[in-house]
């Protein structure tokens, strides 16, 4: 999968953390960590195996574009200098820089950004500038009290700066369930998961689903006997040249 990007649906009555367990209980034996990006809730982390959690900063600044009328010029002040930090992640994006050389472009530009973030919040907690139950103060604690997890992007080669990758991913689920009315049986469920899998990863590489799916359907044995020939990124290189569609 090295170089792909996939979309795994899961639903249940899991939690996030524990389906991610299982996933990870897959993997091969030996296999570094993986960054895991989620929010900061405390169900998300996976609790049997070792992840590198990073925290979404995009939930962090929702913190304060949310109380921006009742403190504007601490929120302008917050939401600005996060904005930034985007800036800076789209231009690495925009260069092509690879994972290790988008970090040291990161710590070069946005690490004193993040830095004086924390110290500014801080002092404004401590000096009881800001009182800490209030709004403000409340999307401040969040803030700092998550610093490591929000600033993996600074630390961690490859580290996403938020989840809205997922976020986006998940109005599908959302939709599907709606359009359906709910799943009947848990085994519904997992073949809806399975199709929402199949179509979502389609589009983050650009294949079109209905014609993979048609293909998956025509070449059944062959995607059971070859399954990684028959990817949504590769399927076209594995068609006999008469199969036309």
Not at 145 to 152: C, G, M
Not at 186 to 191: F, H, P
Request: aromatic content about 6%; glycine content about 6%.
């Amino acid at each position: 999968m090295e170089g792909h990007t996939i979309a795994l649906f899961v639903t249940g009555h899991r939690h996030a953390g524990e389906n991610l367990d299982q996933l990870l209980a897959r993997r091969a034996a030996g296999s570094p960590p993986p960054i895991q990006m989620c929010d900061a809730l405390s169900r998300n982390p996976a609790k049997e195996f070792q992840s590198v959690l990073a925290n979404c900063l995009s939930h962090g600044r929702r913190q304060f574009a949310d109380i921006a009328q009742n403190f504007p010029q601490e929120c302008q002040h917050v939401l600005e200098s996060l904005g930034e930090v985007y800036k800076h992640d789209a231009q690495a994006k925009e260069l092509g820089l690879s994972p290790e050389a988008r970090l040291l472009f990161h710590q070069q530009h946005s690490q004193k950004i993040m830095n004086e973030l924390h110290q500014w919040m801080s002092q404004r907690l401590e000096q009881k500038v800001v009182e800490p139950n209030s709004g403000l103060g409340q999307a401040f604690s969040y803030m700092l009290r998550h610093w490591s997890a929000l600033t993996l992007f600074l630390r961690q080669a490859g580290a996403p700066l938020d989840n809205n990758i997922c976020e986006r991913a998940l109005k599908m689920a959302i939709l599907h369930r709606k359009n359906s009315l709910g799943y009947k049986t848990q085994n519904g469920a997992r073949l809806g998961d399975r199709f929402m899998s199949l179509i979502h990863t389609c589009r983050l590489c650009a294949a079109n689903p209905l014609d993979y799916l048609n293909v998956l359907q025509r070449h059944a044995k062959e995607a059971l006997d070859q399954p990684a020939q028959w990817l949504p990124w590769n399927y076209s290189e594995s068609l006999p040249p008469c199969d036309t569609g």
